[in-house]
C-alpha cells in the first residue's frame, strides 16, 4: 500500500496525516470534556439536595457537599476528575452510589449493540435500494420510494418510536415485545427480540440519508466517462454496476455511515427512553433530570470520544479507499482535498492567470 | 400495652381481610370503584410456594441503592423486601409488632422498652442482638450519614441509647422530652441490620428476601430468606424488581406478561387494566393527602380570610376528578381520617365561590395574583385544576415548575403556594411531616401558640381518651386558621397478573410492597 | 453571471415538489395562525372527562385534565413553529455570517472558526441541547437560543465551504481581474451563489428543529403548561397514549406533516436549482 519513495524510504503521508488528524481529534475531546465539566459542575441545583430528597435538614446538606468535594474550587475539581478519568477511574454516582464505570459499562454495551444493530441493517439496506433505485432513476418506484423515504426522513424519529409501541402494545399485535426490559443474567444474543423494535424505529429514521446518497453517487458514477468507456468495450452490465461502480460510490457513503452515526446516538437517546432499552441513552436522560454530574460527565466523554473516533475512522478508511489520497506525497495534499479548494485570495499571485 | 393500645391491637393478618376492607365513613365517598375492583377469587386460593415473582416499579429517573436508612427512589420499595423493622404496618395504617415481641412507652411516652423475638436471624446467618438494634437506630440518626429521614425520629437522643439485655433496648428523648409515635415514624426507614452491615458492600437485614444482585437503575434479583420470623413465609422462590422509567412501557409490559406485579399504577391506565381479563386492578382507598401549602409567612396567606377563602374556592370534587382522575376522596384540610384521634364532628368544608370572593373582598384582595411552584410530575395536574378554579373568583395563578432540587433546596419554606402530600400516617406522625412546631420542615410556616402547646401534650399522651381529646381540639384550630389546603385523598392503584395471590387492597400506600404476602401461580 | 439575480421563485415554483411543499408547509402555517380564532373552547377550559373518547362534540376527544383536544391542537401550533423558524433563522444568520467570515479572513481565525465548529459537530445536537436546557431553563427565548447554537456550526461549514468553492470558479476570477472590490464580490457575486444552498439548509433546519423541539418537549424540556403546544401535548398526554391516543396523535400526525412540508419544500429548492446549474454552461 505505502508507495515507494524516489528517494528515502519513508512512512506514507497519510500516516503523519492520520497521526496529526488523532492529535486533533483528542484536542476536540478533550475541549469538549472541559467545557461540559465546567458547565455541568455550574449548574444551578446542589447535587447534594437532590440525593438527599425533600426532608433533609441543613446540616446533612452541608456534610455531604463537602464529602463530595462541591465545596472546592472548580478548576480543581476538573483537574481531579481529568486525573481519575485518565487512569479509568470515573467516579461514583451520585444517585445510585455504584461506581459509574461498572454501570456505564454493560450499558454502553447494549448501546453499542443497538448501534450496530442499526447499522447492520441500514447499510445493507441502503445500498440495495439505493443502487436498484439509481439503476431505476425516474421510474415511477424511483419516484415513489424518494417520497416515502423523505417522509421517513421528515418525521421526527421518537415519532416513529412512539407509533411503533402504540402498534405493538395493541391486544392483538403483541407478537413483539413493545418494552425492551433485557435481563442482564442473559446473553444479549438469546433475547434479541427486545431489539427489533428499537432497531427498526431507529433505522427507519437512519435509512433516507444513506439509501440517497447512495442513490445519488451511483447516479453520478453512472455517467461518469469511465462506465461510458466500459458500456463501449462491452463489459456486461451487472459487472460495471457491481464492479465498477458500486465501489466508487461507496466511499461517500463511508462519510455518510459516520456521520448517520453520529445523529444516532442523539436519536437512540430518545429511543431508548421510548423503549425503556437500558443503554446509555436512557442513563443519561436520568442522570440529567438528577443531577448526577458524575454519570452525566462520564456519558459525554465517552459518546464524545465515541464521535471523534468514529470521524477519525471514517476519514482513515476515506483516505485509505481513495487511491489518489492513499498515495498521496504530501500531507497537504490530503488535507486540501478534504478541506475544499484553495479560496483565490490565498492563492500565490504568480499562479494567477 | 396500655389501653389507648386498641388500634394496635385491632388486625390480625390484615390481608386476609382483602375486599372487605373498613373504611371510615368519611372515606367511602367515590371509593365504589376500589371495592368493586378487588375480587375476591385470589383471596379464596391458597398460597403457593415457589417460582418467580416480578415486580415492575417506576423509579423515574433515579436509579437509588439499596440502603435501608437512607433509600433513594426504588431504595424504599426494595427495602420491604431486604429489611425487617420493629413494627410493621397493619392494613389500616396501624402498626403491628414484627421482629419486636414487645414494645411499648412508659406512661409520659418518655421511654420506650422494645425486645426482639427470640432466635432471630440476619441473611448471612448472624443472630440478631441489641447491638445490632442500637446500631440500626445510630445509623439512621447518624448525622454523617445524613439521612433525609433521620428528622422523623430526630427527637431520639442518641446518648441516651441503652442496651437491657441481649435482646431489649431503651429509647430516651433529647430534653427528656416526650414522643408517643415513635412506631409510626421508626418503622419506616428503621430497618434492622448486623454491625456490619454496609449498604453496597454487605446489603443484609432480616427481612424476607435476601439480595442476589443489583443493577442500579434495571433491576434487582432476590432469593427467599429462609429464616424469615414468619414461618412458611415468604412464597416465592425468587423476587424480582424491574425498574421502569415511565408508566406506558410498563403497562405494555405487564400486559405482555414481562411482568406479574405493577406497582403503583397511573389512574389514567385502570380502565385499559380493568378490561384486560389477564389482568386484575386494585385500588386501595389510602389516607395519603394531597393539597397545597399557603404560606403563612408571606403576603396575602398572612390573612386568615385570604386563606379561607381559598380554602373556599377549590372545587374539591373536580379536583378528585381531573387531578386524581376520580380515585380518590375529598377532604376536609385535615389529615390522617383513619386516626382514631381524628375529629369527625368537623363539618365538611363547602365549595362557595360566593363566600370566597367576599372574603377576598373584605381582606382588598380582589385582583389578587399568586404564584404556585410545583416540580414536574403528577402535582402538576391539580395545580393547574385549580388555577382554573380561582380564576372564578378573580384569582389569577400562575403554576410555576421547578426542578426537584431548586423546590427542595434552600428555598423551600419560601413558595408562596407549593402542593403539598404526605403519605397515610397517624395525626401525630402526618404532623412532623408538615405543620407540627417540630415538624421537618413545614411549607405552610404555620406556627400558632395554642396549637404548639396542644401537638407537645399530645405526644407526651399514651392514653388514647385524653389524646382524643387534646387532637381534637388542634384540628379544630387547623381547620379555621391552618396553613394546608387539603382537597382530596388518593387511592393508590395497584394492578397484577391473575396469577398473582396475597394481594389486596388497603389503606396503606403499599399494597403491592408487602412481599412476604404475595405469591404466583407459576404452574 | 447577472442571472443569478433573477434566480428567484419562478424557477423553484416551477418544481412540482417545490409547490408542494409550500402548499403544505402554507396549510401548517395557516392553521396554526388562524386556529386559535377557530378552536370551539379556551385552550385551557376543562370542559370534559379525563381521557374522555372522542365524541360529536369532540371529534378528537379530551386530554389529560379533560380539554378538548382539537382546541389546543388548534391554539397550539403557533409556539412549535414560530420556535423552529426562529431557532433556523438565528443560526442561518449567526451561521452564514461566521462561514464567511472564516472563508475570507486571515488563515488564523479561518482555523479557530472551522475547529470551533469541528468541536460542537463531535457533539451529538440534541445531547447539546439537552444539556443546556437542563442546565439554564426551559423560557422559549432560551431554547430557541440553544436549538440555533446547536445548527450553527452546520451553517458555518456549509457556508464557508460553498462560499470558497464559489470564489474559485471562473466567473469570480473574472471579476477579480475587472478589479471589483472586495466587498462587491463577496455581496454581488458570491452571496447570491450561496444563498440556494443556504436555503435547502434552512428548510432542513425547519424540519430538525421541529424534530428537537417536540423531542425536548417530550423529555419534558419544553414549553411550560397550561399553554398549548404540540409538543408539550405530546408530553402531557404520553401516559394515556393506550387509552385515548389521538391526544398523543393529533399532535404528532401535524408536527409530521409540518416537518414533511419544509423538507420537500428544501428538496424542492434544491432540486430546482441543479436544474438550473445543470443548465449554466
Known sequence: MPEPSCKTPRTPAWFSWFIGRLGYGLLTAWVISLVVFIATQALPSDPARVILGPDAPLES????????????????????????????????????????GSILFGRFGYTLALLAGVIAVVVPAALLLGVSLALRRDSRLDRWSLSLLIFL????????????????????????????????????????????????????????????????????????????????????????????????????????VALTLRTLIGGALLAEVIFSYPGIGTSLNSAIQMRDLPMVQAIVLVITLGVVLINLFADLLTVLLTPKLRTARRVTMIRRNRRGIQPWWRRSPSKAP | MSEGFSRRTFLGNGLAVGGGLILGSSLLSGCDSGAAVSGAAALSSTPVQGGRLRVGIIDGDQSGNLDAHKPVGGGIIRGWALYSKFWEWNTDVSTRLALAEFAEPNADASAWIIRIKPGLEFHHGKSI????????????????????????????????????????????????QSFYPLDETLISFGGIVPTDYDPISNPVGAGPYKLKSFIPGQRSLYQRFENYYKPGQPYADELEIIEFKDQVSRAAALRAGQIDVASGVQAEHSALLKADSRLKLYASPSTS?????????????????????????????????????????????????????????????????????????????????????????????????????????????????????????????????????????GFLASALHNDAPQAIYNRSNFHDERFTSLYRQALAQPDLAQRKVLVHEAQSIQHERGGLLIWGFNDVLDAASVRVGGLAPEQTTFASWRFDEMWVNHA | MNDSRRLRWQPWLAEPQTRKGTLIT??????????????????????????????????????????????????????????????????????????????????????????????????????????????????????????????????????RGSAVAVAGQEFVEAAQMMGYSRRRILFKEILPNILTPLLVHFGNMLTWGVGMLSGLSFLGYGVAPPTADWGLMINENQAGLLVQPWAVLAPAILIGIFAYGTNILAEGIGRSSSRIGEKQP
Request: hydrophobic share 50%.
Open chain 1, 61 to 100: 446538606i452541608l456534610t455531604l457537599q463537602k464529602q463530595l468535594g462541591l465545596d472546592r474550587p472548580i478548576l480543581e475539581q476538573y483537574l481531579r476528575w481529568l486525573g481519575h478519568a485518565l487512569s479509568g477511574e470515573l467516579g461514583v454516582s451520585l444517585d445510585s452510589n455504584a461506581p459509574v
Open chain 1, 153 to 256: 426522513k421528515a418525521t421526527p424519529g421518537f415519532l416513529l418510536a412512539i407509533g411503533l409501541v402504540l402498534l405493538f402494545s395493541m391486544p392483538h399485535i403483541d407478537v413483539l415485545p413493545a418494552v425492551s426490559i433485557l435481563d442482564p443474567d442473559k446473553s444479549l444474543l438469546r433475547q434479541l427480540q427486545f431489539l427489533v423494535l428499537p432497531v427498526l424505529a431507529l433505522s427507519l429514521s437512519a435509512l433516507p440519508y444513506l439509501t440517497r446518497m447512495v442513490r445519488a453517487s451511483m447516479i453520478e458514477a453512472l455517467e461518469s466517462d469511465y462506465v461510458v468507456a466500459a458500456r463501449l468495450r462491452g463489459i456486461p452490465e451487472w459487472r460495471i454496476v457491481w464492479r465498477h461502480t458500486l465501489p466508487n460510490a461507496l466511499i461517500p457513503a463511508i462519510q455518510g
Open chain 2, 129 to 176: 442482638g441489641a447491638d445490632d438494634m442500637l446500631f440500626s437506630i445510630l445509623r439512621l440518626t447518624d448525622p454523617k450519614l445524613a439521612s433525609p429521614f433521620a428528622g422523623l425520629v430526630g427527637a431520639i437522643d442518641r446518648n441516651a441509647l441503652r442496651k437491657l439485655d441481649e435482646r431489649t433496648i431503651e429509647i430516651r428523648f433529647k430534653e427528656g
Open chain 2, 289 to 425: 393527602f394531597t393539597g397545597f401549602n399557603l404560606n403563612l409567612a408571606k403576603a396575602p396567606f398572612q390573612d386568615q380570610r385570604v386563606r379561607q377563602a381559598f380554602r373556599l374556592l377549590a372545587d374539591r370534587r373536580e379536583l378528585v376528578d381531573r387531578g386524581l382522575n376520580g380515585f380518590g376522596r375529598i377532604a376536609n384540610d385535615l389529615y390522617s381520617p383513619h386516626d382514631p384521634t381524628y375529629n369527625h364532628s368537623i363539618a365538611q368544608r363547602p365549595y362557595d365561590l360566593e363566600q370566597a370572593r367576599s372574603l377576598l373582598r373584605q381582606a382588598g384582595q380582589d385582583d389578587l395574583r399568586v404564584e404556585l411552584t410545583t416540580t414536574p410530575g403528577p402535582g402538576v395536574n391539580a395545580a393547574l385544576v385549580f388555577a382554573q378554579q380561582a380564576k372564578k373568583a378573580g384569582v389569577e395563578i400562575k403554576v410555576t415548575q421547578v426542578d426537584g432540587s431548586v423546590f427542595n433546596g434552600p428555598q423551600r419554606e419560601n413558595w408562596l403556594m407549593s402542593p403539598g402530600s404526605t403519605p397515610a400516617r
Open chain 3, 26 to 159: 402554507l396549510a401548517v402555517v395557516m392553521l396554526a395562525l388562524l386556529g386559535p380564532l377557530l378552536a370551539p373552547h379556551s385552550p385551557t377550559a376543562m370542559v370534559g372527562s379525563v381521557y374522555g373518547a372522542p365524541v360529536g362534540a369532540a371529534w378528537l376527544g379530551y386530554d389529560f385534565l379533560g380539554h378538548d383536544v382539537l382546541s389546543r391542537l388548534l391554539s397550539g401550533g403557533l409556539s412549535v413553529l414560530w420556535m423552529s423558524v426562529a431557532a433556523a433563522s438565528i443560526a442561518l444568520l449567526t451561521g452564514s455570517t461566521l462561514g464567511l467570515l472564516a472563508g475570507f479572513s486571515r488563515r488564523r481565525l479561518d482555523q479557530l472558526i472551522t475547529w470551533l465548529a469541528d468541536v460542537s459537530l463531535a457533539f451529538p445536537d440534541l445531547i447539546l441541547v439537552l444539556l443546556i436546557v437542563s442546565m439554564l431553563g426551559r423560557a422559549p427565548w432560551l431554547i430557541v437560543l440553544t436549538v440555533s447554537i446547536a445548527f450553527t456550526p452546520g451553517v458555518i461549514r456549509l457556508a
